[in-house]
């Protein structure tokens, strides 16, 4: 079963103009990890945060984490039409010992040149 | 290419056939996974291996299929009198043992379609 939820469903931005996805869960966690998808193909992991760290950033790249609300927001900055692909937030929970990544139900970007 | 590698990418079979599934982990990496993933949704976990081990199994993993890791390397899976409602993407992927992060490498997945 899935973990939660992310809103929007799905985006539609120009490029230049910055993304933000929003993810919820359910239970307690261990760490929140972003992953990138494209169209048809495998995941590929874009960040990871920590159940103690609140903001992370890489590149282009800014997580925040909510323990208190179950919630997390991906921000992506001066998107570009490369960044089209859905996103998928997964959690780590001691609750699922550590073993399994469960997923949310993802976003689909679209970037328009 | 030391990433995650899956065979077949495509796979069409009737119902009632069975399918086995491929999956070459990273070389380093002790823990493998097994994934489906019905169009537009999250990846759903099935099962995990540590080297050898099959060491969870979720209850959408019925009784028609089956993985194994024989060696501690490569693993399979296979669907036994496949079902139309088994089509899906099957994601298989591998970590180093942490149990901690847990970050995992995904591989590019197998579409499985049943007629």
């Known amino acids: 079963s899935q973990q939660g939820e992310e809103d929007p469903q799905a985006l539609s931005i120009q490029e230049g103009e910055n993304a933000t996805m929003n993810c919820s869960y359910k239970t307690s966690i261990n760490n929140l990890q972003w992953y990138r998808q494209n169209s048809g193909r495998g995941l590929v992991h874009l960040i990871l945060?920590?159940?103690?760290?609140r903001e992370k950033h890489s590149g282009r790249l800014r997580v925040t984490l909510d323990t208190s609300k179950k919630s997390s927001s991906l921000l992506i900055t001066a998107s570009r039409a490369a960044d089209t692909a859905s996103y998928f937030c997964a959690t780590v929970s001691m609750n699922t010992g550590f073993q399994k990544l469960v997923f949310g139900t993802g976003t689909r970007l679209l970037v328009s040149p | 290419d030391t990433g995650v590698s899956q065979d077949p990418r495509h796979k069409i079979t009737k119902r009632g056939q069975n399918v086995t599934f491929r999956c070459d982990p990273i070389?380093?990496?002790?823990?493998l996974y097994w994934y489906r993933q019905t169009l537009g949704q999250g990846p759903e976990f099935l099962t995990y291996?540590?080297?050898?081990?099959?060491?969870?199994k979720s209850r959408l993993l019925s009784d028609r299929f089956s993985a194994e890791r024989p060696k501690g390397s490569f693993s399979t899976l296979e669907i036994q009198r496949t079902e139309q409602g088994d089509s899906a993407m099957y994601l298989c992927?591998?970590?180093?043992?942490?149990?901690?992060?847990?970050?995992?490498?995904f591989g590019p997945g197998t579409r499985l379609t049943v007629l």
């Open positions: 945060i920590r159940s103690n760290e």
């Open positions: 291996f540590q080297n050898e081990a099959q060491l969870e």
């Open positions: 992927a591998s970590s180093v043992m942490d149990s901690v992060n847990n970050e995992q490498f």
């Open positions: 070389s380093e990496h002790n823990r």
